[in-house]
């Protein structure tokens, strides 16, 4: 357990490094918790600081998942060693869980984060590539049906585990657990989206909705509808 332990709050530091922080300070001490929505993720970055910034925020975001899943579980930590009770498949989905939860809670900036989209998808490159293209296809029919940002991610979130209930069970069992409990927690991280949606004050995004007919522009109001 103390390997699991380890390797665990290693990953959990790992996500706990915010690309919108890193990039800010490389910006001169931006910090988009500030500004726009509040939320460190990359749709605030976007909106507030434009495409390049975004897309350096999301690859800091997306690559921390990649090192919590795919370089973590391996590492030879001194005086630890490995522990032959662990499986091994199960320390890997340990560590892509810490790494999203140090973006979401991160421990270096008051546990003030995204909310954990990107990582996710960090995570997937390294334990099952093959899930990226459904998950992108579906958030973005969502996005471009509805124009909510929020609302995309989380239906993408859940149809991971739908996918994976299909396809791959019974032998994708750890897998598919991980992504019963992420995407559960996607939706509980979103929350604050489903309450704006309800009371119709959610910022939605008319312009990419182009498989339906725009109708009047509803109340545009900057939210935290961040996905990652």
């Known amino acids: 357990m103390l390997e699991l332990g380890s390797k665990f709050l290693i990953s959990y530091l790992i996500g706990s490094l915010m690309g919108s922080m890193i990039v800010g300070k490389l910006r001169g001490g931006v910090d988009i918790r500030e500004m726009g929505s509040g939320n460190a993720g990359g749709t605030n970055a976007l909106r507030t600081q434009g495409i390049a910034f975004a897309l350096a925020v999301i690859v800091i975001d997306i690559g921390k998942g990649v090192i919590g899943a795919g370089i973590v579980p391996g590492l030879e930590l001194p005086f630890i060693g490995t522990d032959p009770q662990i499986s091994r498949g199960w320390l890997t989905l340990c560590c892509a869980a810490g790494a999203v939860f140090g973006h979401v809670w991160p421990v270096y900036h008051h546990f003030r984060g995204g909310k954990g989209a990107a990582t996710l998808v960090g995570t997937l490159v390294i334990l099952s590539p093959a899930l990226i293209l459904p998950l992108l296809l579906v958030w973005a029919w969502t996005l471009t049906m509805t124009g909510y940002v929020g609302l995309s991610t989380m239906v993408a979130a859940v149809a991971l585990p739908v996918w994976l209930a299909v396809t791959e069970l019974p032998q994708q069992q750890p897998l598919f657990i991980y992504c019963v409990i992420m995407a559960l927690l996607i939706v509980y991280w979103h929350s604050s989206n489903i309450k704006r ?28 509808d961040d996905a990652s």
């Open 197 to 224: 949606m309800r009371d119709g004050t959610e910022h939605r995004n008319n312009k990419l909705m182009i498989f339906r007919r725009q109708g009047k522009p509803g109340k545009e109001k900057a939210s935290d």
